[in-house]
C-alpha cells in the first residue's frame, strides 16, 4: 500500500507522475485554493503534503492529522510553516534552498534596473500613444553602473545578487544578522557590512532580500524610508511585510525616494491597490524564481525530499533535524 499525499496546488504534470510512482497522489491540478478548514479536511489520513507558501502550516493542523509525517515546500521561504510545533508533532519540514539562487538574483537585478530605469513608466507611456515625439528629458531615470548597491539579507541569494554587481563597478554594502567571513565579503564583490541605518544611508539602491520573520516584520517603515536617498530605489524580492506598504506608498509619493520594485506585498495577491496608482513603482506578481528550468527544479526538489522523508532516508533539505527518526 502506497502511503498518501496531498499535492496542495497545481503542479507540472510530469511531478504528480513522479510522485505517484511512491504514493497514492491526492493532486488539486483544477488549482482551487484551500481555506484552512478544506486544507484540515484533504490532510485527513495523509503521510506527506507537497506545499507551498499559499497555505499556512500552523500547530491546529498538524494537531489535527495525525498520520503526517512530512511537510515538504516548493520554496525556499518557510514562514508560512510552524516549524518548531511541525517538529514538536515529529513532522518533517524541507524546503528548496540553493535551486533558485541564480534565477531569484537575476529578478532582482531585473527589478533594480527595470525602477532605476524607469522601463514600466515608459512602456505605459508608449503603449499609450503618449510618444510623439522625444524630448532630452524624457523620463530621466539613475544609473546602476557605478554606484552602491545596499543588500540586506546576505544568505545565498543575496552574495549572488552581490556578485552580479563586479560587471557594474558598484560599490557593494550589506546588513545581515551576522557578519560574513572575509572570505565570503570578498566573493561578493568586496561587500562592506554596515549597521541598517547606515546602509539605508548610503547605498543608491537597495535590494531586500532577507526572509521573513516576525522579528523583521515592517523592517522598513517611515523612519527607515525617511534616511534613504531621494534618488533612491527599493527593491524587494524577499517576502510581503518585511516592508511597511502603507508607508512606503507615502514615501513613493512624496519623493522621499525615487522608485521601487517589488515582486512581494503585504496580504499578496490582495496588495495594497495605492501601489497601482503609482507611476514610480514596478509591480511583479511574484515571480522570483518564475523561470522554467528553475521551477522545474525546485518542484522535483520538493518531490525528492518527500519521496526521502517516506521512505525513512534524512531528506536533502530538512529544516528540522530532531524530527528525523532514521
Ligand atoms: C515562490 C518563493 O513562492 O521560494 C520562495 O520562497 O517565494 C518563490 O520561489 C515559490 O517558488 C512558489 O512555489
Redesign the pocket.
Known amino acids: 500500500m502506497k502511503p498518501k499525499i496531498l499535492v496542495t496546488r497545481a503542479i507540472f504534470p510530469k511531478i504528480i507522475e513522479y510522485l505517484s510512482a511512491h504514493f497514492d497522489v491526492e493532486d488539486n491540478q483544477s488549482d482551487e485554493v484551500y481555506n484552512d478548514a478544506e486544507l484540515m479536511r484533504r490532510l485527513q489520513g495523509k503521510a506527506g503534503v507537497f506545499a507551498?507558501?499559499s497555505h499556512k502550516f500552523a500547530s491546529e493542523l498538524f494537531n489535527a492529522c495525525p498520520d503526517l509525517k512530512a511537510v515538504c515546500t516548493?520554496?525556499?521561504?518557510f514562514n508560512n510553516i510552524d516549524v518548531p510545533a511541525a517538529t514538536s508533532a515529529g513532522i518533517m519540514v524541507t524546503n528548496?534552498p540553493d535551486v533558485?539562487n541564480e534565477t531569484?538574483a537575476d529578478f532582482a537585478w531585473t527589478l533594480m534596473m527595470a525602477a532605476a530605469r524607469r522601463v514600466s513608466e515608459s512602456e505605459r507611456y508608449l503603449r499609450a500613444g503618449q510618444w510623439q515625439k522625444s524630448k532630452y528629458d524624457d523620463l530621466l531615470g539613475r544609473d546602476v553602473h557605478g554606484s552602491t548597491l545596499g543588500i540586506i539579507g546576505m544568505g545565498r541569494i543575496g552574495r549572488a545578487v552581490a556578485r552580479r554587481s563586479m560587471g557594474f563597478n558598484m560599490k557593494v554594502v550589506y546588513h545581515n544578522r551576522t557578519r560574513l567571513t572575509p572570505e565570503l565579503e570578498v566573493a561578493a564583490n568586496h561587500a562592506q557590512y554596515l549597521a541598517l541605518n547606515e546602509l539605508l544611508r548610503t547605498a543608491d539602491h537597495v535590494i531586500l532580500v532577507l526572509p521573513y520573520s516576525p522579528a523583521v516584520h515592517h523592517l522598513i517603515g517611515a523612519e527607515q524610508l525617511a534616511l534613504m536617498k531621494p534618488t533612491a530605489t527599493l527593491v524587494n524580492i524577499a517576502r510581503g511585510g518585511i516592508v511597511d506598504d502603507a508607508a512606503l506608498i507615502a514615501a513613493l509619493k512624496a519623493g522621499q525616494i525615487a522608485t521601487a520594485g517589488l515582486d512581494v506585498f503585504e496580504n499578496e495577491p490582495a496588495l495594497n491597490p495605492e501601489f497601482l496608482t503609482l507611476k514610480n513603482v514596478v509591480l511583479t506578481s511574484?515571480i522570483?524564481?518564475a523561470s522554467v528550468s528553475t521551477?522545474d527544479a525546485?518542484a522535483y526538489c520538493a518531490a525528492d525530499n518527500l519521496i526521502s522523508a517516506l521512505s525513512g532516508e534524512r531528506p536533502a533539505n530538512l529544516l528540522n533535524a530532531t524530527a528525523f527518526k532514521s
Open positions: 507551498n507558501p516548493m520554496a525556499v521561504g528548496t533558485l531569484t511574484h522570483g524564481s521551477r525546485m
